[in-house]
């Protein structure tokens, strides 16, 4: 008998009873946190064992044959490294990049020269520039730089570390290029029934871009608040207002119009940009510092910066991919802090042309009608997307067979085909899903269709590749001096474990799906 058996999803395995049955199916949930949380295990471990755990239930309990479970546990895992971990290296390895080029040092140097007043400089650096780290690199990332950077300028650590996190709420959802919301759509399209996640993630991305301005607008204000108290806030409000709302509108319209993959990077860049804006011509009429500092002149320089965490390598999400050779007392030329802003123009630019078949006025109406969208070969994103099944804008990939007639054929640039234990061949040979819903979930029994999409060239990771290419390749041309492969290679040692327990998450989300 083979192991590769049908599965009928049921949803009362325990007893007869959805309340004991839910209780067991949180055991990997139980297993992780008291892992993770009581014995401090490493986090891979953890997750590992929360995997194995979910791996047992669903072939013991709730009766998944073992080719069933151990195809969802690699599928999973698969997801985790494509494209969610190539997504995150990428994302930290452009962010790396401009470490190791001098312009992130550039960066922070000219954002603590704007002002001197505390309250403004935890906007730009906690907010603004945090919401910015948050949608480049995510993951812990924005609120150890930002933290590090505020405690350099003068702020208590502690200080600085709780006004990251705080300002860390509003842009959050859309981080480390939209990782948060890809994944949710990714998740959710094999549910809804739809075979390709973009139409999902896009309506989840205008959904949760709708809810959030609100919160956008109003951390600003809160942040303030709890650092210097109501009053002091009143007193900068015309700096708090132009921070958030040009925030909320940014992230509202790109992430209804655009999609979620770089709905942090404008807004972080539209909200820096109004606020150095708003104080070329305003000014607070007192300088807020804390009250162990003495007040300066709003021209003067917030002091040395100090050195905090031990070195440079902290400014990094994990550890550095190179260190500081700049002195952070230097003062950088117009066209020098241009130039480092600049980077993040390079890799907006790219993700847009990489994404321009999603813009609306391309996408067709409805979304993915031949006759009104953007063609091929003008159409990048359609071009990356050759060869997905029942995509009519191109439908025939460059390498490969025809998806219609040979699905599971390797093929490029885009394959979708069904993981091996999940699937079955009919007797017409077409690949079909073995696992169903079930009512009162659905309607009536229906497979449970979640293909693995390989998008060679469509993925945001790789578009984030490209862009830190093009970079590079402007970096050298004037006249920085970064190994290229030198960084990536550091990076790639960076995030090996993390990579490592993110796929292991996924093998768990997968089998409890």
Not at 412 to 423: K, L, R
Request: aromatic share 10%; glycine share 8%.
């Amino acid at each position: 008998m083979s192991v590769f058996l049908v599965f009928h999803q049921t949803y009362q395995p325990v007893l007869g009873s959805i309340l004991l049955s839910a209780l067991v199916a949180g055991l990997p949930l139980y297993v992780l946190f008291v892992l993770l949380a009581i014995l401090r295990l490493p986090a891979w471990i953890c997750a590992l064992a929360a995997m194995l755990t979910a791996f047992v239930l669903g072939w013991i309990v709730w009766g998944m044959p073992f080719g069933v479970t151990l195809g969802s546990a690699t599928e999973g895992m698969a997801f985790g490294l494509w494209p969610i971990s190539w997504i995150v290296l990428n994302a930290v390895f452009f962010h790396n990049l401009t470490v190791a080029s001098g312009d992130f040092d550039v960066i922070k140097r000219s954002l603590a020269r704007l002002t001197t007043d505390r309250r403004i400089q935890a906007l730009l650096v906690a907010f603004s520039f945090g919401a910015l780290i948050e949608g480049i690199a995510g993951f812990g990332a924005p609120v150890a730089i930002s933290a590090s950077i505020l405690a350099s300028l003068g702020f208590e650590p502690v200080t600085a570390a709780v006004l990251a996190l705080l300002a860390n709420t509003a842009p959050v959802a859309f981080g480390s290029i939209g990782i948060p919301v890809v994944t949710l759509g990714r998740l959710v399209a094999p549910v809804l029934g739809q075979s390709d996640p973009t139409s999902t993630t896009l309506a989840l991305s205008a959904m949760v871009g709708r809810q959030l301005p609100l919160f956008s607008i109003l951390i600003p204000a809160y942040l303030i608040v709890v650092m210097a108290g109501w009053k002091r806030m009143t007193e900068i409000l015309p700096a708090v207002l132009v921070t958030g709302v040009s925030f909320a509108i940014v992230q509202f319209l790109v992430s209804n119009f655009v999609g979620a993959e770089l709905t942090d990077i404008i807004a972080a860049l539209v909200s820096m940009a109004c606020l150095a804006a708003l104080l070329r011509f305003w000014r607070p009429r007192q300088v807020w510092q804390f009250a162990h500092e003495s007040a300066t002149a709003e021209a003067a320089p917030a002091g040395t910066p100090r050195r905090v965490m031990g070195s440079s390598e902290s400014d990094l999400p994990g550890r550095a991919a190179a260190a500081s050779t700049t002195p952070v007392a230097a003062v950088d030329s117009t066209a020098r802090i241009v130039r480092a802003f600049s980077m993040y123009i390079i890799l907006v630019l790219v993700i847009l042309i990489g994404q321009m078949g999603n813009l609306p006025w391309w996408a067709g109406h409805p979304v993915g009608d031949v006759k009104t969208s953007l063609a091929a070969p003008v159409n990048i994103t359609a071009d990356f997307k050759c060869g997905n099944v029942g995509f009519k804008l191109c439908p025939e990939p460059w390498i490969g067979p025809d998806p219609a007639t040979n699905r599971q054929a390797f093929k490029f640039p885009y394959w979708s085909f069904y993981w091996p234990g999940t699937s079955e061949t009919n007797a017409k040979g077409q690949p079909v899903s073995v696992v169903f819903n079930e009512p009162p979930i659905v309607k009536k029994e229906a497979a449970y269709n979640n293909p693995f999409n390989w998008d060679f060239l469509a993925a945001a990771g790789t578009l984030v590749l490209m862009a830190g290419i093009v970079a590079f390749l402007v970096m050298t041309l004037l006249g920085s001096r970064v190994n290229f492969f030198a960084v990536y290679g550091r990076t790639l040692r960076q995030l090996g474990l993390p990579i490592v327990t993110i796929s292991f998450i996924l093998g768990i989300a997968y089998l409890m799906t």
